[in-house]
């Protein structure tokens, strides 16, 4: 099916193809120290930052469950599956990351702060500031880009989370935008934060002289609520529905996906879990329900099942799709591993590139979670995935 057809069945929306341009939670976040810099500056952010230096593994934070209910937003606490129902494995590779952990330092690294890269109207008729953190590594040639989403369970998009990581990949040649994205506190669903990860896209390829990047080459990469978005940026390359903000002149597309540990079809986020975690994420009134219906909704997940499609990536899939490559853990206890897997053998039979690597004994990847356990990220900081991850972008983002 096109992703017309899809979109008709999945309810009645229909997009249109924009003009392609270029080829193509209840969140703890936990701040990052910040790294001694000198400062400089520019002429479209409000500050610029140079170092050498690798933030400490052990304080990444920020990203949160997506799809866990929120208390923000839906007044419930968060709830971890008691058990984790075993997933086919027969179309993904298997791996036990148990190795070393990155290191950075050996390039020097920019980075532009809280650059302003759209002012989009909330639901309450207010102009918001949305901002991202810009870091171009100090070497020669223009840089793909990385645009990263942290997660927040629909209900927060701290953009300060996961800086090593983010760090790492920096300096492997790419410069790697984290961007904030509007959540269900401002009144926000999935199809305005999908506006504004296309709005950040936009912005970087109208600067992209500026900070030294390739236009023709850009990537999401997305860690829980912010695979989900990574995934439905993949997808919904050129449809019309989420075009929407300043710079649109410029095209949106990508041309490579990374999501971690991300949902896809919000209604089973719980589907590999224990009954009485599947009823509380099925709750009226979640983040994630809100996110779908709006702010202040009384409906569950499970109440509109032809909403739901219109917000699940799977809908969107066809053939033209950009490559994609899934990770998840198989102990993840706050998005079912089956939801990666959905995706990924629907972009399969859809005929894309698509790789999904399954962490044996990984839990959600997310230390904001993980009630102050500082092992329970490290399998995805290691040199085995961050290095899988840096091979997928370099063999689809030719520079």
């Known amino acids: 099916m096109t992703k017309e057809e899809n979109m008709k ?13 270029l080829a193509t939670s209840v969140v703890l976040g936990l701040a990052l120290t910040a790294c001694s810099s000198d400062s400089g500056s520019t002429t479209a952010d409000a500050s610029a930052s140079k170092s050498t230096e690798c933030p400490a593994s052990q304080a990444a934070g920020g990203q949160a469950g997506s799809g866990a209910p929120s208390a923000a937003a839906g007044g419930a606490s968060l709830s971890f599956a008691k058990t984790v129902k075993a997933s086919d494995t027969s179309t993904s590779t298997v791996i036990d ?7 950075c330092g050996k ?21 918001a500031e949305l901002k991202l953190d810009l870091q171009i590594p100090e070497t020669d040639g223009k840089k793909p880009l ?6 927040g369970g629909f209900s927060m998009a701290d953009k300060t989370g996961n800086l090593n990581q983010r ?3 920096a300096e492997q040649g790419y410069a790697v935008a984290s961007i904030e994205y509007r959540t269900v506190t401002s009144g926000a669903t999935y199809t305005e934060t999908l506006q504004d990860v296309k709005s950040a896209i936009r912005y970087l390829r109208a600067h992209a002289d ?17 695979g989900y978005l990574a995934a439905m940026a993949g997808t919904t390359n050129g449809v019309e529905e989420f075009e929407a903000g300043e710079n649109l002149d410029q095209s949106s597309d990508v041309q490579a996906v990374v999501d971690e540990f991300g949902p896809g079809d919000l209604s089973k986020t719980a589907s590999d ?18 996110f779908v219906f709006g702010a202040g909704t009384k409906k569950s997940l499970d109440d509109d099942p032809s909403a739901i499609a219109a917000a699940d990536p799977s809908t969107y899939a066809d053939s033209s799709d950009p490559a994609f490559m899934l990770l998840h853990g198989s102990d993840d206890r706050l998005v079912s591993p089956s939801q990666t897997l959905t995706l990924h053998n629907t972009l399969l039979a859809k005929g894309v590139d698509s790789t999904r690597y399954v962490l044996k004994g990984a839990n959600h990847g997310d230390l904001s979670f993980m009630g ?12 085995e995935v961050m290095g899988d991850i840096v091979t997928f972008l370099g063999k689809h983002l030719a520079g």
């Open 273 to 290: 879990f224990d009954s009485a975690t599947q009823k509380t994420y099925l709750a009226a009134g979640t983040s994630s329900a809100q």
């Open 9 to 21: 069945a999945a309810g009645g929306r229909k997009p249109r193809r924009a003009g392609m341009g």
């Open 372 to 383: 102050g356990d500082s092992s329970a990220g490290l399998k995805w900081s290691t040199e």
């Open 146 to 151: 990385v645009v990263y989403m942290t997660g």
């Open 97 to 103: 990351p148990t190795g070393a952990q990155i290191q």
């Open 107 to 127: 390039v020097e690294v920019t980075t532009h702060s809280d650059v302003v890269y759209s002012t989009p109207t909330t639901a309450g008729g207010k102009k």
């Open 210 to 226: 500026e900070y030294g990047i390739d236009p023709a080459n850009v990537a999401v990469w997305g860690q829980s609520a912010g």
């Open 167 to 169: 760090t790492y990949v």
